[in-house]
């Protein structure tokens, strides 16, 4: 059994546990087009999530157009000169298939190649929201043995905006770059 499928029947099982399923068909390509998005609404903290893993992958391809994107899900907090640099680091040396090892069928065998359409299970557990205002969810990666962590944040109007991201760590190599395999 899987990662994925050991946090849906982990989510299923326990208590309180919630795991939501996004499936998009292809990813955004501009803000404009992420913002055509049903979970551009960001009325859910797991849809605020989803969208971040698509910016991420933005990001990798062009970085401006992932930091607009970033930008705009982290609300009136824009990305400020660490973010940024820390982000070129995670990208570094062609680590572009990082964010793509949260979609369901991405591995280190098939180099991080999700299955289409691109399907994200964003989690939820007895700690997500324990901080008033603000929700801890994780997500399951194909390179890790233990899903990801990301927090949001709620404004006043309800939506939930991207407030700390842990998905950009190091995972496991690509099969194919990894001279051990």
């Not at 907090?77 to 640099?85: T, V």
Request: hydrophobic share 35%; with cysteine; aromatic share 12%.
């Amino acid at each position: 059994m899987g990662l994925f499928d050991k946090m849906k029947q982990a989510a299923a099982t326990a208590g309180g546990n919630q795991t939501v399923t996004f499936t998009f068909q292809a990813l955004p390509e501009s803000l404009a087009q992420m913002q055509e998005l049903p979970e551009a609404s960001l009325d859910t903290p797991f849809k605020a999530a989803a969208l971040t893993v698509c910016a991420l992958c933005a990001y990798g391809a062009d970085k401006a157009i992932g930091q607009e994107m970033l930008n705009w899900l982290r609300g009136p907090r824009p990305l400020n000169g660490q973010d940024i640099s820390f982000l070129n680091d995670r990208f570094r040396d062609g680590k572009s298939y990082i964010p793509f090892s949260y979609f369901v069928g991405a591995s280190p065998e098939n180099g991080y190649t999700p299955r289409q359409p691109f399907t994200l299970l964003v989690g939820s557990n007895h700690t997500s929201y324990v901080e008033d205002g603000y929700c801890k969810l994780f997500i399951p990666c194909g390179g890790a043995d233990d899903p990801r962590p990301i927090k949001l944040r709620r404004k006043g109007n309800g939506q939930w905006f991207l407030w700390e991201q842990y998905l950009m760590t190091g995972i496991r190599i690509p099969t194919s770059a990894d001279p051990w395999a």
